[in-house]
Each structure stands twice: as structure tokens, then as C-alpha cells.
């Protein structure tokens, strides 16, 4: 059983369509991950959210828009998005990992999205 | 950029074997995580390593991260089909919240 809970599970969209993933946690941590998966490639990192602050932005285009509305939720907010945007969309969590702290990261079970 | 490789890229062994997955930096490792994932499912953390020369047993599965804090190693004994899955070595690129994985290895045990 996971503690970072991921809904939906899965999301099927239209180009034009305006839809949102949630992510929570509840194990105090304070920093939350997004990362985007394609089939046979590692997870990769899209933001990061430290202290309810977005600290890293991957260069991901506008399209997607993150939101820590409070220390346990992290949500993504989808619009315009294209075919190739269809993935698996894994939230994380962790405990604050700044300056070398090493601290692993607890993935959710993610979203499956594809764009029709 | 911290970039990881891992090999071998896949691996087919019999229930009862033994084996070792690798994975390499380029450059100095702060933390070294190793992760499992199920098809189409989130990451399960297995252990995390940080100064040289660490190993970390849990269960059949132990990990080691060599003395330059290059290379680790993952090595599964008297492996049993439950362990199939894509492993994943993840570390910190550079210091801060930016953390990357390398490629996997997808591991199947064939009963």
C-alpha cells in the first residue's frame, strides 16, 4: 500500500479539455514531486514543490500547471494538451532533501492519461 | 549533469538464481536510491546509500555503493518470480530537491 495517493487512476481526454490530477500525502513531508513516465523510460522530473514554493520547473511547457494548494496536496492542472503528452503521471513525496540531505522519495501508484 | 547507467538493460533468470544489477555515475554520488516498479505501477523504495563503501541488506536483496561513491550494485539472492520487475537507480543531481534516475533494468524470473 502506498501512502502518496494518486486520483484518477486513469484519465482519457480530448486536445481541447481542461482536466486536473491530484496527488496527497500525509506523512509530514514537505517537499512534493511530479514526474511524467513513457513506457520503457524512466520516470522524469516536471516540478517540484518545496515548503508549498515551487523550487524546480523542468522547463515544462505552459500546458501543464502545477498547484500545492497545502503541504499535503500537489495537483496538476492540464489544458491543450497534445497526443504525445499521454503517459503515466507519478506524484512523490519526501521529506525536505535540500542541501544534501538525503531523503528517498514515496511515489503514488500515478495517473495513466491519454490525449485523444 | 548527473548522468546514471545501468546494466545490464535486461535480465531473464530462473527462480533460484542469483544476480547483480549495476549502476554507474559520472560523477560522485550524494545519495544513491534504489527503486523497484511494477508494470504501469509507482515506485517502491528499497534502500538508500550515501557514504562510500555502504551496504544495506533487506530481505534477499542487498545493495552496495563502492568507495568513490561511484558505482553501486544491486544483488538479489535465490531470486524468486515476486522480484521481476524494472529496478531503478535514482540519485541526487547535485545537491537540492533535483533527483534523476537511470535507465532500469527489467528483471524477469522464469519459475
Known sequence: DTEVTQTPKHLVMGMTNKKSLKCEQHMGHRAMYWYKQKAKK??????????EKLSINESVPSRFSPECPNSSLLNLHLHALQPEDSALYLCASSQDRGQGRGSPLHFGNGTRLTVT | SQELEQSPQSLIVQEGKNLTINCTSSKTLYGLYWYKQKYGEGLIFLMMLQKGGE????????????????????????????????????ADKNYGQNFVFGPGTRLSVLP
Not at chain 2, 552496495?64 to 521481476?84: F, G, M, R
Request: hydrophobic residues 30%; proline residues 7%; glycine residues 4%.
Open chain 1, 42 to 51: 524512466p520516470p522524469e522530473l516536471m516540478f517540484v514543490y518545496s515548503y
Open chain 2, 55 to 90: 551496504e544495506k541488506s533487506h530481505e534477499k536483496i542487498t545493495a552496495k555503493l563502492d568507495e568513490k561513491k561511484q558505482q553501486s550494485s544491486l544483488h538479489i539472492t535465490a531470486s524468486q518470480p515476486s522480484h521481476a520487475g524494472i529496478y531503478l537507480c535514482g
